[in-house]
């Protein structure tokens, strides 16, 4: 099956800092890269997500860019907010559900 | 409010018992999914069915089983539990059979085997 593997583990940025969180992927076939967002003790929700025909997609201050070459896609946060701390999930499905392990973003005040 | 439901929120009950969680997808979406979610862990992929049918299997042990209900309603059975098991479990669904679209996940339950 597809393996995800995801980076840093944890994240501690300042407010107003910028933040990248990096999944690779094994699946060549793989077309769609969502990110979900998981709020403590909340369910995941996504964000964003791209599909393999395009490089980048923003959403105000939230991107995420896709190197199918290198099989990696990232999650770009600008400006961060204290309301960003949470922890974020890439996923790479496959022909199953793959999700990365995850990444606890802390954005100090 | 995502309009996937699980019931129950909490489960407390003893290794070697047997549990169901309970499922109802969002109107309209043919696929649910499950995921278990250990303390401080990522989410781990149980299993997938698609307007009824088995439609994708992850790291499901053989003490769980799931289905799918003619009204699309799913449930996760758990066996012969164990201390392991404490975990939360989401649902999720999403309208079509592949993963290549958002999913929406339920507000999961939280089992805990004493």
């Known amino acids: 099956g597809e393996n995800v593997e995801q980076h840093p583990s944890t994240l501690s940025v300042q407010e107003g800092d910028s933040a990248v969180i990096k999944c690779t992927y094994s699946d060549s076939a793989s077309n769609y890269f969502p990110w979900y967002k998981q709020e403590l003790g909340k369910r995941p929700q996504l964000i964003i997500d791209i599909r393999s025909n395009v490089g980048e997609k923003k959403d105000q201050r939230i991107a995420v860019t896709l190197n199918k070459t290198a099989k990696h896609f990232s999650l770009h946060i600008t400006e961060t907010q204290p309301e960003d701390s949470a922890v974020y999930f890439c996923?790479?499905?496959?022909?199953?559900?793959?999700f990365g392990a995850g990444t606890r973003l802390t954005v100090k005040p | 409010d995502s309009g996937v439901t699980q019931t129950p929120k909490h489960l407390i009950t003893a290794t070697g018992q047997r549990v169901t969680l309970r499922c109802s997808p969002r109107s309209g979406d043919l696929s649910v999914y499950w995921y278990q979610q250990s303390l401080d862990q990522g989410l781990q992929f149980l299993i997938q069915?698609?307007?009824?049918?088995?439609?994708a299997k992850g790291n499901i042990l053989e003490r769980f089983s799931a289905q799918q209900f003619p009204d699309l309603h799913s449930e996760l059975n758990l066996s012969s539990l164990e201390l392991g098991d404490s975990a939360l479990y989401f649902c999720?669904?999403?309208?079509?059979?592949?993963?290549?679209?958002?999913?929406?996940f339920g507000p999961g339950t939280r089992l805990t085997v004493l």
């Open positions: 996923a790479s499905p496959s022909n199953d559900m793959r």
């Open positions: 069915y698609y307007n009824g049918e088995e439609r």
């Open positions: 999720a669904s999403s309208p079509g059979p592949s993963g290549y679209n958002e999913q929406f």
